[in-house]
């Protein structure tokens, strides 16, 4: 069964959080999230959250403003932060299976039937995550 890990989908519903905060204000000067507030907001444990926001902070897909009054914010607008962008920054590259990158490391190596499969399914997602952002989400 294909499953999307626990991690990205607590890092998406933190961002939507903050893109739904930010949305009727500037990004610049959006008010900002604390991790406990977006952690309780969305049933999500603190610490495990605050590990997710440094990675999306490493990326570039949120900003963190320390000391009295600080917390995160989006770095860009929600329409600018690509869902493929948060994927990758939270699990790296999308692969079904590992020979989608590597065919050897299967017996069959590049004479793999399936593995013609799974690179378009590949291929399929990505596109898909290309073609929304967080914007979208916040609007479905």
Known sequence: MFSVPTRTQYGIRALVHLARAGEAADPAIADLATSAAIAKAESISPKYLEGIMTQLKSKGIVIAERGKG?????????????????????????????CVENSDCCVQGNACMPRKFWIGLKGAIDDYLASKTLKDVIEA
């Open 70 to 98: 600080g917390g995160y914010r989006l770095a860009r607008d929600a329409s600018a932060i690509r869902m493929i962008d948060i994927v990758e920054a939270l699990e790296g590259e999308v692969r079904p299976v590992d």
